[in-house]
T-cell receptor, first 112, second 112 residues
Framework: DAMVIQNPRYQVTQFGKPVTLSCSQT?????MYWYQQKSSQAPKLLFH???????NEADTPDNFQSRRPNTSFCFLDIRSPGLGDAAMYLC???????????FGPGTRLTVL | KQEVTQIPAALSVPEGENLVLNCSFT??????LQWFRQDPGKGLTSLLL?????REQTSGRLNASLDKSSGRSTLYIAASQPGDSATYLC???????????FGTGTRLLVSP
């Protein structure tokens, strides 16, 4: 089945220790997104890739970076995680010009 | 700036009841509206997508309506079941943007 896969599902890191979250998709979609969802809050878009073009949201902290080496994979790098970065990180994809976004199962990040 | 509100924040019903979840948005200029289900600690599952030109969409026991002029959408769940227990999120896509703007969700509990 075509799908969006996120690894790992649970990630524990230490304050200030860089961490990378991974997303892959078999849908061959042009657009890939990273959302952050803190406890009991709405998901909030951090950035997205439209093909190779990176689009950062204005209020996304510089601490968050992303890479998309090919169509299938997209990574979220947190350079120096703080306690406030503990959240569920959701990857999503869509076909440009089409309508629906498809989400992965998320990675729960804990910062100690 | 588009804002999405969902009322109620939580809802508890006995099995078999029909129920309505509400979503309102401040800017009627939207490209589409999507309803999602989120189980605790999990990612988002897309339930229904309504294009801005549509009035409603149906999938099984679910029916979503859209009144763009009043900035409202409702998700109707018929004959609720304990397995419907989850958080339901609505999200709108502003025109010209790839991102979704989410509400904070309605947490639904259906008791046997």
């Amino acid at each position: 089945d075509a799908m969006v896969i996120q690894n790992p599902r649970y990630q524990v890191t230490q304050f200030g220790k860089p961490v990378t979250l991974s997303c892959s998709q078999t849908l061959n979609h042009n657009v890939m997104y990273w959302y952050q969802q803190k406890s009991s809050q709405a998901p909030k878009l951090l950035f997205h890739y439209y093909d190779k073009d990176f689009n950062n949201e204005a209020d996304t902290p510089d601490n968050f970076q992303s890479r998309r080496p090919n169509t299938s994979f997209c990574f979220l790098d947190i350079r120096s995680p703080g306690l406030g970065d503990a959240a569920m990180y959701l990857c999503a994809t869509s076909r440009a010009g089409e309508r629906e976004q498809f989400f992965g199962p998320g990675t729960r990040l804990t910062v100690l | 700036k588009q804002e999405v509100t969902q009322i109620p924040a939580a809802l508890s019903v006995p099995e078999g009841e029909n129920l309505v979840l509400n979503c309102s948005f401040t800017d009627s200029a939207i490209y589409n509206l999507q309803w999602f289900r989120q189980d605790p600690g999990k990612g988002l599952t897309s339930l229904l997508l309504i294009q801005s030109s549509q009035r409603e969409q149906t999938s099984g026991r679910l029916n979503a309506s859209l009144d763009k002029s009043s900035g409202r959408s409702t998700l109707y769940i018929a004959a609720s079941q304990p397995g419907d227990s989850a958080t339901y999120l609505c999200a709108v896509r502003p025109p010209g943007f790839q991102k979704l703007v989410f509400g904070t969700g309605t947490r639904l509990l259906v008791s046997p």
